[in-house]
């Protein structure tokens, strides 16, 4: 009999296993084991895409369809399946151990979509803005990730569907927009350098994605698993420079979720960056109870090992000053 072969932490057998649960519908990635869920219906269901997720670096899945996202170690997925757990059948702890618990090369494309150079005296009034948001701070404006200053120019050099909503919006987004690409190219987070004006901001989907994409940038640390999240793209960049609550050493990375869903936030880091149970900071608007986090790391501890919270205790968002974080362990 053949030496058994291993696929990610999982002996080959795992994937048979699955097969005569769920049929012949299991696909094998790098990375992930997608297959039908067997709690919001899936199995069945005959569909080109299923959305039930195992990770063949850690004992962990998770259903990233909409309404379900049910999740946990391996053992309640079997459980689910088998009415006791025998994951021990299946998994080679030897090999988990062996792999470290942050995981950086990805086999994800991003979309290619590029930014185009940019050019501060062109646009000046973009550029204060800039200048302004992140507290005159001693960093070029090229220097931030994603800026984009020429909307024409972008939307001319990349495969981009103008829409008639978008033709129209073209000459006023170039007037007073800055426009923030997003870590995997799927979407521009553009934001009005008028602060008066009622029309904020303008998000523009390039292409559709299974997971919710984010704006990014580099911490401290590229070994550590903590990760500081916030709504704001100028949250983050300020607490990147100034590093106002002393953690930026112990930081893998910073990510703005562009929106209040920080649970799809967390759940496309863990997929994309590929961090087992990352340890996470929020930068959080007072208008965000301390109850919604909580319900966040009690519902979802298979795929948060820690959480914190700060708030600005002066002001309604976190990058407000003058800036006094308060800090609250979840």
């Known amino acids: 009999m053949g030496e058994k072969r291993l696929i990610g932490i999982y002996q080959d057998n795992f994937i048979e296993y699955l097969e005569r649960h769920v049929g012949d519908r299991v696909v094998t990635h790098t990375r992930n084991i997608v297959m039908p869920c067997p709690y919001c219906g899936e199995i069945n269901e005959d569909k080109d895409h299923y959305h039930l997720w195992i990770s063949t670096e850690a004992p962990i899945f998770h259903c990233f369809r909409g309404g379900c996202e049910k999740g946990g170690m391996l053992g309640k997925l079997i459980m689910t399946l088998e009415g006791h757990d025998i994951s021990d059948k299946f998994f080679d702890k030897k090999a988990f151990d062996a792999i470290p618990k942050t995981f950086k090369d990805k086999d994800d494309e991003k979309f290619s979509i590029q930014t185009p150079t940019l050019e501060p005296d062109k646009f ?15 960093k070029s404006s090229r220097n931030i990730k994603g800026l984009i200053y020429d909307v024409f120019r972008f939307i001319e050099e990349n495969p981009i569907e103008v829409t008639d909503k978008l033709n129209r919006l073209m ?17 521009v987070m553009f934001r009005n350098i008028d602060s008066s004006s009622e029309f904020k901001f303008f998000k523009l989907k390039i292409v559709e994605t299974n997971f919710q994409d984010y704006y990014r940038i580099p911490g401290g640390n590229p070994r550590a698993t903590k990760v500081v999240l916030a709504e704001g793209i100028f949250d983050i960049l300020s607490e990147q420079i100034y590093d106002t609550i002393n953690i930026k050493d112990d930081v893998l990375l910073y990510a703005s979720v562009l929106s209040s869903k920080f649970l799809s936030l967390i759940q496309s880091i863990v997929y994309y960056e590929q961090i087992f149970r990352p340890k996470i900071v929020i930068l959080s608007d007072r208008g965000i109870s301390l109850e919604y986090y909580k319900k966040l790391k009690k519902y979802n501890p298979h795929i948060i090992d820690t959480m914190e919270v700060y708030y600005n205790k002066t002001g309604k968002d976190f990058n407000d000053l003058p800036l006094i974080p308060t800090k609250f362990v979840v």
Do not use: C, M, W
Request: charged share 30%; hydrophobic share 30%.
């Open 171 to 187: 000459p006023y987004l170039q007037d007073s927009f800055v426009g923030f690409l997003t870590e995997h190219g799927s979407t």
């Open 124 to 138: 000046r009034l973009k550029e204060e803005y800039i200048r302004r948001r992140i507290k005159f701070a001693n």
